[in-house]
RNA sequence: GGCGUUGUAGCUCAGUUGGUUAGAGCGCCGCCCUGUCACGGCGGAGGUCGUGGGUUCGAGCCCCAUCAACGUCGCCA
């Protein structure tokens, strides 16, 4: 079983209005004792039968909950078509609602003070065994749960999750209608734009060798929506990103994408925090701070090793490379000598009691996220032990207890590299540490700006200054002299909002004069001939009176599954792809028919051999 | 593409150091049962242990390869 959220949100009754034509008709999960006496129709799905010879019980279920249903051997015909129900068979029932027998009441049902003795039972549909039964409290493999998704969605979890999912979007679009913003969609075939993410491509039929894209996001075009004077724009939009999946992301996902003119960086953050806010209220019934927190890029790699820290506990990577500076251990004494590199220490409460096996698990795993090694030392009550405790004196333990707050019974685990890995390698043993304490927890909603973040970046692998959030980022005002000079160290108006370790989206303000904008083009490497080709719709567009302009997005699917407490975006999407990009119901993607093919124009090189199974 | 974990009945899992005929719970089928709510009782069916190869007198277990799912790195403007 995943953790819960604490929100106690439950799945809304379909409807408590009665059909238009069927005024008996009522939700499965709505009764209660004041509607003893009435005459009622539920229609639902046999969630569990026990059949007790002379007496079945029907649980039938439907969105809504479970009501009881009671067949008694005196209705005789209806009682004979009781005995040949199953699970997931489709019912229709009549009866009037009664009081259950005293002592027979079952509290942990919304319903449990009532039943509904069956007059009638109408068979709507039988069902085939299912591959797993929905009442149980197993979870089968997710495999399993993709392929039969439509029985997988009537398992509690899945219709919560989805309904939650509901609540947030409508509050989202209510909190930004109510801020003045127009809801406007925009294409799903559009131009490929180079750069980024890959592409999901479109082959035209009329027009054979070209190829619509589908939209990684609709930046341009909300830029555009910008200088075509719509003030104020919000969309909830699908974007398309042809890369591996991962638990948090996958291949097509939805953005709540905002796009305002007139404004500074400071107004999108009010703006967009203020929505987040209001989902939580509305859509959750929970308070979040009414100012986040805000740090820089530096300060989060240098306090949390990450872009995206996890504000749900402290445990800060802590600097110690001047305690070590001249001192017996060789490894770090050197470190110490330069700026450019980290010794970090990691408080790790309680870690004493772990054993030698478990430090060197723990150091396995930091040489999986990139560490050469782990030095450690631990604080036992009978003395520093450890990796390195033979290079700790008594001056130098003083200094780090000091530094770190660490107390008997704690252990300190070290990191020393060049400054960039070591803040990667500690902060994700400190995720690690926070997660074994259990101080990750799901009801737990942390979130900060992460602000400051530099303009450009080199790319590792062909040194060249590549965006580092897209090329459309203005530089912080004032900066634009460093343009030629020093590039790289220019900060970006650019900002992304992050929950619990998870970056929910980023936005910036965007440059709104065409000449600076070809002038980031051109640093990035882009010909004149290459940015007309590309974006030339785009920057002859800038030079009408574009307005200034900025925004952002944030990631729907992260944001529920974050308020759902679950662990993955396939729980709050209700048909996601698998790892490898594939819908395991549909069985997509697939070939199509030759025809299909040449109507396009397109031939098929060569197809890999099927595997053998 | 790399690394890790997992793969045994429809589902969830156990299976000791390699040793006779591979087990449990749920589900399914049959019979019994009038107050259950994870109903209960009795009986039954259901497995090429992901696939291929190897080691061995003997493989669910060891080795190699491969496929799949999940996690992760790369990737994700």
């Known amino acids: 079983m995943r953790a819960r959220s604490r929100t106690n949100i439950t799945t809304s009754p379909e409807s408590r209005q009665p059909c238009v034509d069927n005024p008996l008709r009522v939700s499965c999960g709505v009764l209660s004792a004041s509607d003893v006496g009435k005459t009622v129709e539920l229609d639902g799905w046999v969630h569990r039968r026990r059949d007790h010879g002379g007496l079945i019980f029907i649980d039938v279920r439907d969105r809504s909950g479970i009501t009881q249903v009671t067949f008694d051997p005196s209705k005789g015909e209806t009682f004979a078509l009781a005995e040949t129900l199953r699970g997931e068979d489709v019912v229709s029932v009549r009866g009037t609602v009664r009081r259950r027998p005293a002592g027979t009441e079952n509290v942990k049902l919304a319903t449990g003070e009532v039943e509904v003795p069956a007059d009638g039972l109408e068979i709507l549909n039988r069902s085939e065994t299912p591959p797993f039964v929905i009442a149980a409290e197993e979870e089968p493999a997710e495999e399993v749960r993709l392929r039969y998704r439509y029985l997988d969605l009537r398992r509690p979890r899945m219709q919560r999750n989805l309904t939650v999912r509901h609540k947030i979007v409508k509050a989202i679009r209510d909190y930004f209608d109510e801020h003045g913003f127009l809801e406007i969609e925009t294409p799903n075939l559009i131009k490929s734009t180079p750069e980024g993410a890959r592409d999901y491509l479109v082959p035209s039929r009329v027009h054979r060798g070209s190829f619509y894209a589908l ?27 042809d890369e591996d999946p991962r638990a948090d992301r996958q291949p097509e996902f939805t953005q709540v994408d905002v796009e ?55 445990l800060e990577l802590l600097d110690v490379a001047d305690l070590f500076r001249g001192g017996a251990f060789g490894l770090f004494a050197d470190l110490a000598e330069s700026d450019a590199n980290r010794v970090i220490a990691l408080r790790w409460p309680g870690g004493s009691s772990l054993s030698r096996r478990d430090f060197d698990a723990v150091t396995e795993l930091a040489k999986t996220f990139g560490a050469k090694g782990l030095a450690y030392i631990s604080l036992a009550p009978d003395g520093i032990k450890g990796s390195i405790a033979r290079f700790v004196d008594e001056p130098l333990a003083a200094a780090l207890r000091e530094r770190t707050g660490a107390q008997d019974g704690d252990a300190i685990l070290f990191v020393g590299d060049a400054a960039r890995g070591a803040s990667e390698v500690a902060g994700r043993l400190r995720l690690e540490i926070g997660e074994r304490l259990g101080l990750r927890k799901p009801d737990a909603f942390a979130f900060c700006w992460v602000l400051g973040f530099p303009l450009f970046e080199r790319d590792e692998e062909s040194g060249e200054i590549t965006f580092s959030h897209h090329p459309f980022t203005a530089p912080a005002p004032g900066q634009e002299a460093l343009f030629d000079s020093d590039p790289l160290a220019i900060t970006a108006q650019h900002y992304d909002l992050v929950l619990n370790g998870y970056e929910l989206g980023s936005g910036s303000i965007r440059n709104h004069q065409a000449e600076f904008q070809r002038k980031v083009f051109k640093r990035l490497g882009l010909t004149d001939e290459q940015i007309d080709d590309r974006f030339g719709f785009f920057m002859e567009a800038l030079t009408y009176g574009a307005p200034p302009h900025g925004g952002m997005a944030l990631g729907i699917d992260r944001i529920v599954m974050l308020a759902c407490g679950e662990t993955s975006i396939r729980d709050v999407i209700a048909f996601p792809k698998n790892q490898m990009a594939r819908d395991v119901m549909m069985d997509a993607p697939s070939g199509v028919p030759d025809q299909a093919l040449k109507d396009l124009g397109l031939q098929i090189l060569s197809i890999p051999p099927k595997p053998a199974e």
């Open 260 to 314: 305002m003119t007139f404004v500074r960086q400071d107004d999108v953050l009010e703006v967009m925090e203020g929505s987040m806010r209001y989902v939580w209220r509305s859509a959750l019934g929970l308070e979040i701070p009414s100012s986040l927190p805000r740090l820089t890029y530096a300060e989060a790699m240098r306090r949390y090793g990450s872009d995206k820290p996890d504000l749900r506990f402290e």
């Open 215 to 241: 939209p990684q996001s609709p930046q341009i075009l909300k830029q555009i929506l910008m200088i075509g004077g719509l003030g104020r724009y919000m969309q909830i939009a699908r974007c398309f990103r």
